[in-house]
């Protein structure tokens, strides 16, 4: 009962901040994203060629819009080279929002204006609304998650850190991003694979039904963002050594989803897998210790900047090495961050784009929490006081930090327009400023629709 009060406080509660928080929406890649969910689910078909405007002047206006094409960036020819456009982003947040967009489109909220074209304002309304309630349930998970070693009010602080103190409310809070709902799929998977540790005896049947849900959980991560695949393998390798039995099941799980998704994009599209905006060619492989670098300590996406208490949960894990619980879970753990660090080192595009903080990282921060969880149970059954109390407050001040700089981005309007810096100086360029953080943007300065710098402090 106590575990069901506490779980309706973190939802409710995480709710509340989140809708709550007074930043622009957040909605840039997964712009369209509900008009698509809505046109699927009332015509039976993906293709947004009749919510796309015909008219020229009234394409141009529409967010993301490219001279090259005349469309914007999220719209995507048919594959076969056909008139008909589709949704270039994958379509695994579309599918989970249709009964969102139902619910909303019943009560007269509409991602699509009265011509049945595509209604930005109404877009970022429904996405900002749903998006809420999921980044809520994602802090649920992340409590369930952590019990499964701590007790109560450990997992849940662990928790409420996790949904104030980390991308979850500055980026996966703001908007329906593809890192939103396969965080929350991630963790699911990840809270299975607690539950089939806690099996005394594994028999053909407790391994049929976790290998299902591990499968299940791993596919949907990745059809709602396909870099989760890197995730899935991590898994797969833990599975290989600690229990190949659940591998397979876990493997005929996902499989199956696997062919029904080849199944369903025949039929729509007449190809194996949906379109695509991503391109060949992304993975150059060039400057790849200088991408490492930024992406660790830029002033404005570097992951140690905005979740230094990422550094103080790494310090633990070597600190408390020998209480900790559950080591093997390590291995997927590990696997899975130095894997997806590996990739967008390689990144060309490893600046992230119109964002806030180190927004590629929330792929992997279901689990920073489970490497959190299992430090902190090191910590909780370490015997020396002066060690645990170092450690304590080292996590305590990293995560005050990380609740005031993701406030910022979730709250803010300035650190979101920060993102115009780019037009003058350029996408990598500025994300190197330490003169012009972007968590500093409306407090010592504000930067113009140029790009251009205004200072605060003088005035």
């Excluded at 709710?15 to 698509?36: E, F, I, K």
């Excluded at 910590?379 to 930090?401: I, Q, Y």
């Amino acid at each position: 009962m106590l575990d069901v009060v506490v779980v309706y406080a973190l939802f409710w509660a995480a709710h509340a901040v989140y809708r709550g928080s007074t930043g622009v929406p957040q909605v840039c890649d997964s712009a369209y994203l509900m008009a698509v969910a809505e046109t699927l689910s009332k015509t039976g078909s993906p293709d947004m060629t009749a919510t796309v405007p015909a008219d020229a002047a009234a394409r141009r206006v529409l967010p993301g819009w490219q001279a090259a094409g005349d469309l914007p960036y999220h719209v995507v020819p048919h594959p076969a080279g056909s008139d008909h456009l589709y949704y270039g982003y994958p379509y695994g947040s579309v599918v989970l929002s249709i009964p969102w967009v139902k619910h909303y489109s019943a009560r007269g909220l509409s991602a699509l204006d009265a011509d049945g074209h595509l209604s930005y304002t109404a877009e970022c309304e429904i996405q900002t609304r749903v998006a809420a309630r999921v980044a809520a349930l994602l802090v649920v998970l992340l409590y369930l998650v952590g019990r499964a070693v701590l007790p109560v009010w450990a997992a849940a602080l662990v928790a409420v850190g996790f949904a104030f103190g980390s991308p979850v409310w500055s980026t996966l809070a703001r908007s329906l991003w593809s890192h939103t709902w396969a965080a929350v799929w991630l963790t699911a998977a990840i809270g299975l694979l607690f539950a089939a540790r806690r099996v005394t005896k594994p028999t053909w049947r407790s391994d049929l039904l976790l290998g299902v849900g591990v499968g299940t959980c791993l596919f949907w991560a990745a059809f709602c963002r396909q870099h989760l695949v890197l995730s899935g393998l991590a898994v797969g390798a833990y599975l290989l050594v600690w229990n190949r039995r659940l591998l397979t099941f876990t493997a005929a799980g996902g499989g199956v989803w696997v062919v029904a998704m080849v199944g369903a994009s025949l039929y729509y599209f007449g190809t194996p897998s949906p379109p695509s905006v991503y391109t060949a060619g992304m993975i150059d492989g060039r400057d790849v210790a200088d991408r490492f670098f930024w992406l660790m300590l830029s002033p404005s996406r570097g992951l140690l900047v905005y979740c230094p208490f990422l550094v103080v949960v790494a310090g633990m894990l070597v600190a408390f090495r020998r209480t900790l619980p559950d080591t093997p879970l390590l291995v997927p753990a590990l696997l899975a961050v130095g894997g997806h660090t590996a990739v967008f080192s390689c990144y060309v595009g490893w600046y992230a784009g119109w964002s806030y903080g180190p927004r590629y990282f929330c792929d992997v921060l279901p689990w920073f929490a489970l490497l959190t969880v299992l430090a902190v149970r090191g910590m909780l059954a370490d015997s020396d006081r002066g060690r645990k109390a170092l450690a304590a407050a080292a996590l305590a001040s990293a995560t005050v930090w990380g609740v005031w700089v993701h406030g910022r981005g979730a709250n803010s309007p300035a650190t979101w327009m920060w993102n115009d810096r780019v037009n003058l100086v350029g996408d990598e360029p500025a994300m190197k400023e330490w003169r012009h953080p972007q968590f500093l943007a409306g407090i010592t300065f504000t930067v113009r629709p140029d790009g251009s710098v205004h200072p605060l402090t003088a005035e």
